[in-house]
């Protein structure tokens, strides 16, 4: 069953309309036909719209509401995957990896130690190419929301945005003590906003830790093994969504 997003508005009574890219996805590359069913939502809320497609023109896909479903696959609390940026194409993995474990959002960071450095330009045009990989992981994975990719931020900037948090998780390699990581992960509640703070290749400069402590950002040991930057972040969430997965 194909999934695809549309705004609320685009659903009203049992007409539903789909416009933008997908409408070109579901004619050319999808051959779909009228009568077929696919799968809506409006990123808002956990709902899922299984509906027929009645008509395909060149600007929009017309549809019918057969029934609504409420399943709640997104998780209890949101999660916040501030990530340092890393080399070459790493960040699109760990993008579509964090929506399919059930990120709310992903932030980029430029840390002291992050080797890619970008202009504003190029910012801009990775952020667009990055939102689209998040679109597209949700749609795969049936999220019934689009996670947001936030622009580039500065680590001090980062700290800030996470400042009301309810638990703010920074692991680091020099930490020890396993069984507080699993205590620290075992608090988390439905409803809570987490923060999940992922170094780049070299690591978090001592600065950066002293900073994340200093506004609450709870250091903690991922085991003995010192994991990539884009294994780390994806091994933290896993773990928290087994906490939550439990929980509901």
């Known amino acids: 069953m194909h999934q695809f997003f549309v705004s609320p508005e685009q659903i009203a009574g049992k007409k539903i309309v789909i416009k933008g890219n997908d409408v070109r996805h579901i ?19 956990q709902r899922e719209y299984r509906c027929q497609i009645d008509e395909i023109t060149e600007q929009e896909v017309r549809c019918t509401l057969l029934f ?57 045009s990775r952020l667009a190419r990055w939102q689209s990989i998040a679109e597209a992981a949700a749609k795969q994975s049936r999220r019934r929301m689009i996670p947001q990719v936030g622009p580039v931020l500065s680590m001090e900037e980062a700290v800030s945005y996470a400042a009301d948090m309810d638990c703010k998780l920074i692991p680091y390699e020099l930490e020890s003590g396993m069984s507080r990581t699993r205590e620290l992960i075992s608090q988390i509640r439905a409803g809570e906003r987490v923060a999940v703070f992922i170094g780049p290749e070299g690591g978090f400069d001592e600065e950066e830790i002293a900073l994340a402590e200093a506004a609450g950002i709870r250091p903690v040991t991922m085991g003995k093994r010192i994991l990539r930057t884009e294994t780390a972040g994806m091994t933290m969430l896993g773990w928290i969504m087994y906490q939550l997965e439990e929980e509901a």
């Open 27 to 45: 004619r050319n590359v999808l051959r779909m036909k009228p009568g077929e069913e696919i799968a809506v939502s409006n990123g808002q809320d």
């Open 68 to 124: 609504v479903k409420e399943d709640g696959l997104e998780l209890s609390a949101r999660i916040s995957l501030f990530q340092a940026l890393p080399r070459g194409d790493k960040m699109e993995f760990i993008i579509q990896k964090a929506v399919e474990l059930g990120a709310y959002e992903i932030i980029p960071m430029e840390t002291k130690r992050t080797v890619v450095k970008m202009d504003e330009k190029r910012k801009r």
